[in-house]
């Protein structure tokens, strides 16, 4: 398998996902200001014709785009590492219903306030409504560790990726109000996949990309 992605984006989710499955996989990286491919040069959209990321392209050539859907394909290859719940089990939809939570909810809302030229007072706006999904979010994790309870998921890789704090300062959204959400990503920092995924795309969570790192 081969995942494409810009360093610090969203495509971080499937690249902890990757690493946590154990399974083998390349990394392509793509320049996030000229859209071509850092090894060769190649445009981006001869690969994905909407141009953005993540990508994972599988053995057999087949490309899949949309980070939740990919994230769940990585996790049923390896279902004794419990990424996912079983499809079809009640907890399968409610892992879904996470994703789409921090999909349509946080990811979306935090991303226009830093990726979109929009006025001040629909930045304002959309702030004041992104404070009922991260109030509820965080009593949520009050309850368990992770988001579906004991066991790390790949709702949880999502939920880290678009709150990392290097986000949050471009968004100019305070997330110090959520202390349960400040724990959940104190517990997630701490997890070789994240640390090996976030020092392969040379970011930080703290100020994003970095020093660029050989690929790993």
């Known amino acids: 398998m081969k995942l494409y992605y810009f360093a610090g984006a969203c495509s971080l989710s499937p690249h902890i996902t990757l690493r946590e499955s154990g399974l083998p996989f390349d990394l392509a990286k793509v320049d996030v200001k000229t859209r071509t ?11 994905q014709p909407l141009n953005y990321v993540p990508l994972l392209e599988l053995d057999d ?13 990585i996790a049923d290859k390896v279902p004794a590492k419990k ?9 399968r939809y ?6 789409g939570f921090i999909n349509s909810e ?3 809302g935090i991303a226009v306030l830093f990726n979109f030229p929009v ?39 999502y939920l880290y990726t678009v709150t990392m704090p290097y986000r949050a300062k471009r968004a ?27 020092a392969a795309e040379g970011i930080t969570a703290e100020h994003g990309v970095n020093q660029p790192q050989p690929q790993k």
């Open 37 to 47: 491919l850092v090894s060769d040069g190649t445009p981006y959209t001869n690969i």
């Open 61 to 73: 050539g087949t490309r899949l785009s949309e980070g939740p859907a990919i994230v769940q394909y």
């Open 83 to 91: 990424l996912a719940p079983p499809n079809g089990t009640p907890e």
């Open 94 to 99: 409610k892992l879904q219903s996470w994703l």
């Open 106 to 108: 946080l990811h979306k």
């Open 119 to 157: 006025d001040e007072t629909a930045k304002e706006a959309m702030r004041t409504k992104l404070k009922r999904p991260l109030g509820w979010l965080d009593e949520q994790l009050a309850k368990s560790p992770y988001l579906m309870g004991a066991d790390f998921t790949v709702a949880d890789a």
């Open 172 to 198: 100019t959204v305070d997330l110090s109000p959520y202390k349960n959400l400040q724990a959940f990503r104190d517990r997630v920092d701490t997890r070789p996949s994240v640390k090996a995924a976030m």
